[in-house]
């Protein structure tokens, strides 16, 4: 994944020198269903004929994190296309598809803020001529919310809402990124290279996307009331001597401050207070949309599993509100 390890070496080889010892606290009050999700996924092995005919109701919306729109360019170039290591998405793709569902991949602009982008997901929202189930990746997860919480007119209009590694509680290395002259300096140049803003990044701040969710709290909450939601968060940890992973420096320097992390995001800051999330180790950031040479993982039993949880979900707040 050239992009993404160019992306990580640059932003995290500046952030090696940052100063900072600050120790952020991040809120794990979600409710963990991991047990229900494994028992789940027992039941739903890859040969499983489950029928979901019921979404076909609804229409799936894909919003995507960090330059989700540069690599679905990057993987056309010939040569790139075969090696599909920039498909992002493919694996839920093909479930959709072979499904027979109604999806849309949402062209928000990747290198945005959440605010800047809510309004795209708020129109797409409104386009919908069925009730809306949105699947969100990193970044995606804080642009959804924000577009959920802006504009509380759409709230109705989705009917559920499965974030993959959200970034709802930011990440220190957003943080360190900002504090050191030389990082801000770069990523401020390599933000505005892909068209995007560095108030980006600055978005993914500890206390920026911590202090959306405190003074958010009540709306969040009536959301939670409208829409079934699950998150999915994951951790992966270091083995010595071992490179296991995309992320392996961000992923160390996480480890080395104390949080256990994906390489991207502590664990803990994919937890939406109050929502119902399924833990899975060994499992980095980007693995849940995409192709890893180090970790393998079943990506469409995935979304059967979640599929089959989601809607026990929606059938209790349908019965419950």
């Known amino acids: 994944m050239f992009l993404r390890l160019v992306f990580t070496g640059l932003f995290f080889t500046s952030v090696l020198e940052a100063s900072s010892s600050t120790t952020y606290q991040f809120l794990d009050n979600g409710n963990n269903i991991t047990e229900h999700y494994l028992q789940a996924w027992n039941n739903t092995p890859d040969t499983s004929n489950e029928n979901f005919n019921d979404f076909k109701n609804y229409k799936f919306l894909i919003i995507r994190g960090y330059f989700g729109n540069w690599f679905e360019k990057i993987q056309k170039i010939p040569g790139v296309k075969d090696t599909k290591i920039f498909d992002h998405f493919r694996d839920q793709i093909e479930w959709l598809t072979e499904n027979d569902f109604d999806f849309k991949i949402v062209e928000t602009d990747t290198e945005q803020t959440p605010l800047f982008n809510s309004s795209i997901i708020k129109k797409e929202i409104e386009n919908s001529d069925k009730k809306v189930f949105i699947i969100s990746q990193s970044k995606g997860g804080p642009d959804t919310l924000v577009a959920l919480t802006e504009y509380p007119e759409i709230q109705n209009k989705v009917v559920a809402w499965l974030a993959l590694n959200p970034a709802f509680q930011g990440t220190p290395l957003a943080n360190q990124a900002m504090q050191n002259n030389i990082t801000r300096w770069m990523m401020t140049e390599f933000f505005e290279r892909f068209g995007g803003s560095i108030d980006s990044l600055r978005s993914l701040e500890v206390e920026e996307r911590q202090d959306f969710l405190r003074d958010n709290k009540d709306k969040i909450e009536n959301i939670q009331k409208k829409i079934s939601i699950i998150t999915l968060s994951t951790f992966i940890d270091r083995i010595k001597n071992t490179w296991n992973t995309n ?52 990506r469409k039993r995935m979304m059967k599993t979640f599929a089959v949880l989601m809607r026990e979900k929606i059938n209790y707040l349908m019965a419950k509100f």
């Open 247 to 298: 992320f392996q420096i961000p992923r160390n320097i996480l480890l080395k401050k104390g949080y256990r992390n994906d390489g991207l995001l502590p664990w803990q800051s994919s937890v939406l207070p109050g929502a119902d999330y399924v833990l899975i180790p060994g499992v980095d950031h980007a693995t849940s949309i995409g192709k890893s040479p180090f970790v393998d993982f079943d």
